[in-house]
């Protein structure tokens, strides 16, 4: 569990100061992507790493409610207060929807991977967003780099996706 909680940390971190140093020329509506996704992930991985660890569904949903709201609300807060509570309420309900499945759970270690594959992609993502849409570049070109993302990425995920469904479905056959 410690591995798991280190590599989501790590990112976190890394994706948050990134967010903070861009901060200036963000606008309302990527802030409010960026605090949401902050809080929703990082509550919802949070308690699915703790409800797996004590199968307590009461303690992991409140450290990951605790945890997600801190984190919407610290990085939504700078930028606007919409952006606040966008990331509060995004944190509460990934800690409760973490808490929950993390306590259901009986496969640890394949969930684990899971969540740990799904947080990296999309805080990358996001990463590609906050990089996009704080560059100065004119609209036309902001639109047109859009379609540059590099299209194996997305082969990449959706063959890792798919091999990670059709062998979950094989293990219940």
Known sequence: MLIHLVWIGGILSYCISYALKRLEKMTCMVGMMTA?????LSSLSFGIILGAANHDITRSSVFAVVLGV???FTTGQPVSLMAAIDGITAGVMGGLMGGMLGSMIHSQNAMMWFVDGIFALIMALLLVMIRQETSPRTKANRNSSTK???VF???IGIFVIGLLVIGGMLKFL
């Open 36 to 40: 949401m996704t902050f809080g929703m």
């Open 153 to 155: 990425l997305y082969q």
């Open 148 to 150: 540059s993302f590099p």
């Open 70 to 72: 801190l984190v919407g």
